[in-house]
């Protein structure tokens, strides 16, 4: 199998990419390694799929998906039958900084791949959506048949957006996509912006830590390897066009899922987590709720269960241990 890997220098994209290429698939990875968090990460997210490949079933190539003309130009002599669509610009407190970034990376970047897929008909196209979707949502757990009319941050707006233009795409040109809301993904090789990251190099540090809300939050943490077990289960079943009503209400080849670990932590418990892999305690910095930002997630996802057979293993108790392990390693902290 040929698969197209966008993001694949991206904390996911790199995960899923060496998950397809331990199952004897190709691989083209694309990614344009934007200076969002250090470049040198990515770098060596794409060094470490490289040994993994072990030869010459991946190939990284360097581009923009967010311009036409490069993805276009880029991609013009690569065969491949699926896509897994994971490039984007992350981030929701970023998007309240940078708002045309999401504009260019998530809208128009988005749109650019629903055209090269209607231009080259793949198999099917998986894409990457949000639990931040569900902005305000009281009712728990999330699931992807409730209203998702109020998101609370940009970078929230633009991946409803996605969910709508595939929907068009796929209703108008038959084309099967699958759209993965991630509910908060954590692990080894993970992603500078976000909490694990964050409070371990803090904890270790002997730095206070920033405590949004108060710690009055619950997070429905996802582990990496669980989350690219259902990426690629969803790659390997296309939605049918047959009429039937889809995960999310469509009737065209279009599902949606939710893809998470389904138990949300309270904050202050996971952050207990955290300080006994360090071997040491946090300084509590508490501060107010953020712009953009919810008190909670949790996600349904009996959906991707049943018709998938998705089942996450991975607790927070182990997760976070095998996270912190990592970074000490990455960084050569011993």
């Keep these: ?76 002599d690569c065969e491949f039958e699926r896509v897994v669509h994971l490039g984007a610009q992350p981030g929701v407190r970023y998007s309240l900084e940078n708002p045309h970034a999401y504009l260019e990376a998530n809208l128009a970047g988005h749109l650019n791949m629903l055209e090269l897929a209607r231009a080259r008909q793949p198999e099917h196209m998986v ?19 409730d209203r998702v009319d109020h998101p609370y941050s940009l970078y929230a ?78 790659l390997d079943h ?13 009737l065209a080849p279009h599902a949606i899922y939710n893809i998470g670990n389904n138990r949300p932590e309270q904050l202050l418990d996971v952050i207990g987590v955290i300080e006994k892999a360090c071997g040491r305690k946090a300084v509590l910095d508490m501060q107010p709720m953020q712009p953009g930002d919810v008190t909670q997630t949790y996600a349904d996802i009996d959906a991707i269960q049943a018709d998938l057979g998705f089942a996450p293993t991975t607790p927070v108790e182990v997760g976070f241990p095998r996270f912190v392990e990592w970074f000490r390693a990455y960084h050569g902290l011993g």
């Design 238 to 250: 296309a939605p049918a066009d047959d009429g039937s009503e889809k995960p999310g209400g469509s």
């Design 157 to 234: 707006a633009t991946k409803k957006a996605d969910e709508l233009m595939s929907e068009t795409y796929a209703h108008l040109y038959r084309l099967p996509q699958t759209g993965l809301r991630f509910f908060t993904v954590y692990g080894p090789w993970g992603r500078p912006d976000m909490m694990p990251w964050i409070f371990t190099a803090k904890i270790l540090a002997g730095e206070p830590i920033p405590v949004f809300n108060n710690g009055k939050m619950r997070r429905d943490f996802t582990y990496i390897d669980d989350i690219v077990s259902g990426v690629v289960a969803s």
């Design 127 to 145: 894409y990457a959506s949000s639990s931040s979707v569900y902005g305000g949502n009281e009712k728990v757990p999330f699931s992807v048949s």
């Design 1 to 76: 199998m040929q698969v197209l890997v966008t993001g694949a220098a991206g904390f996911i994209g790199a995960a899923v990419c060496e998950r397809l290429l331990a199952r004897g698939d190709r691989v083209t990875g694309i990614d344009n390694l934007n200076n969002y968090y250090p470049v040198s990460l990515k770098e060596d997210r794409v060094a470490r799929i490289r040994a993994a490949a072990g030869g010459e079933r991946f190939d990284f190539r360097q581009l923009d998906f967010s311009r036409m003309d490069a993805l276009s130009g880029g991609l013009a």
